[in-house]
């Protein structure tokens, strides 16, 4: 994928997975008393349309700006679209990490569901006004900029059924699921359904 020269591709290893980024997921949900463990880490093809190229250019070009008004480039279908379901784990939670997945985007996740995808590439930090950057694989608090774990920990928020908290809301804390101020945190509330939801997983 190339987004204003900046050619970029999925350079995060297995053993950056099974490594440092679970390592800090776990760190980030032990709050919680919720730990995951890696079943698989491995490549995946790409599934390959008559339309592939243009699939991949429309998630290049995909804005917030353009959801936010109703823009038809329907980003996340599209890159549903380029993902096998004979390779995923019916009864886990699977993480999808690809280049790139549109302007300032990180990542994205169905709530309750049992899939996340996120970009190993982000411009999000610029708010779009320079090249894609690498993402950090884990950051020391405080946040700063954030990381690949910090957001694969918060889509897996989202598929433990946890929301974005309104944005206008002052926080003392700096808040896993977003809002004002985020960071790492997580609310009592939100411990509590996180662990319902998990229970469910775990009983499938």
Request: proline share 6%; glycine share 8%.
């Amino acid at each position: 994928m190339k987004v204003k020269d900046q050619v970029m591709d999925v350079w995060v290893k297995p053993n950056d997975i099974t490594g440092p980024v679970i390592a800090e997921v776990n760190r980030i949900w032990k709050q919680a008393n919720i730990q995951f463990s890696v079943e698989r880490a491995a490549e995946e093809p790409l599934l390959k349309a008559a339309n592939f190229a243009e699939l991949v250019e429309s998630i290049q070009n995909a804005t917030r700006e353009a959801e936010k008004t109703g823009g038809m480039n329907h980003r996340t279908k599209n890159i549903e679209t380029l993902l096998d379901p004979a390779q995923r784990h019916l009864t886990a939670l699977n993480v999808y990490l690809l280049p790139y997945i549109g302007r300032t985007y990180q990542g994205y996740a169905r709530m309750e569901g049992t899939h996340a995808v996120v970009g190993v590439w982000s411009d999000k930090a610029s708010q779009g006004k320079k090249p894609p950057v690498r993402t950090l694989l884990v950051e020391p608090e405080p946040m700063k900029v954030g990381s690949l774990a910090r957001t694969i920990a918060h889509e897996l928020g989202h598929n433990l059924g946890l929301s974005h908290p309104d944005r206008t809301e002052v926080s003392p804390i700096g808040r896993l699921m977003g809002g004002a101020k985020q960071g790492y945190a997580l609310t009592p509330e939100e411990i509590t359904k996180a662990r319902d939801i998990a229970r469910k997983h775990l009983a499938r």
